[in-house]
């Protein structure tokens, strides 16, 4: 959730999620340095609500007018808002890819040092932010959405996040009840 209108629902099992710590450990890995990001394929047909984009996106860079995807089963069925979300919306159609539409992971940065700037590889590592993926999604997700020539992301950047009902993260922080350390 987040105060400016983001309210999504969604399952993670059976998924697992996939730690991005900037390490590469095995041969044909693919990482980001600095690491420091959790992701995991959402089940698909669970994904249910409104995602207020309010950080940045990977088609514009820093987003100035929060602007808002309609999801229902996973799918964007509406992208609503003012010149930002037509130039999304616009962007969406003109790559005419159904996959594009499909959200294929969420992810929670975990860097205190990573700020929003519209570089999409700090923006999504920043500390409690959670970037949404769609389009392209990689294998190692084990999710359903499969293969496109496209992947955007989009950035909330301080949301609250329910996990089974107990809070993990909000205002720019971690939960340091569930765990979380102090930074």
Not at 24 to 33: I, K
Not at 62 to 79: C, D, E, N, R
Not at 97 to 108: G, Q, R
Request: proline share 5%; aromatic share 8%; net charge negative.
């Amino acid at each position: 959730t987040s105060p400016q209108g983001t309210d999504v629902s969604f399952d993670l099992m059976p998924r697992k999620s996939i730690v991005g710590d900037g390490a590469l450990s095995e041969d044909g890995e693919v990482d980001f340095f600095p690491g420091a990001q959790v992701s995991i394929a959402p089940v698909e047909e669970t994904i249910d609500g409104t995602i207020v984009v309010d950080a940045s996106d990977s088609v514009q860079g820093v987003v100035h007018s929060p602007y808002s995807l309609i999801m229902k089963k996973g799918v964007i069925t509406a992208v609503e808002g003012g010149k930002e979300a037509d130039a999304m919306r616009n962007w969406l159609e003109r790559c005419n890819d159904e996959t594009l539409y499909k959200l294929c992971h969420f992810s929670l940065g975990l860097n205190p040092q990573a700020g929003i700037s519209g570089n999409m590889t700090e923006d999504e590592r920043m500390l409690a932010a959670v970037d949404f993926g769609f389009g392209y999604q990689d294998e190692g997700f084990g999710g359903t959405v499969g293969l496109s020539p496209f992947h955007e992301d989009i950035m909330l950047a301080t949301p609250t996040i329910y996990l089974d009902g107990k809070e993990m993260s909000g205002g720019g922080k971690l939960n340091p009840e569930l765990g979380f350390e102090e930074m």
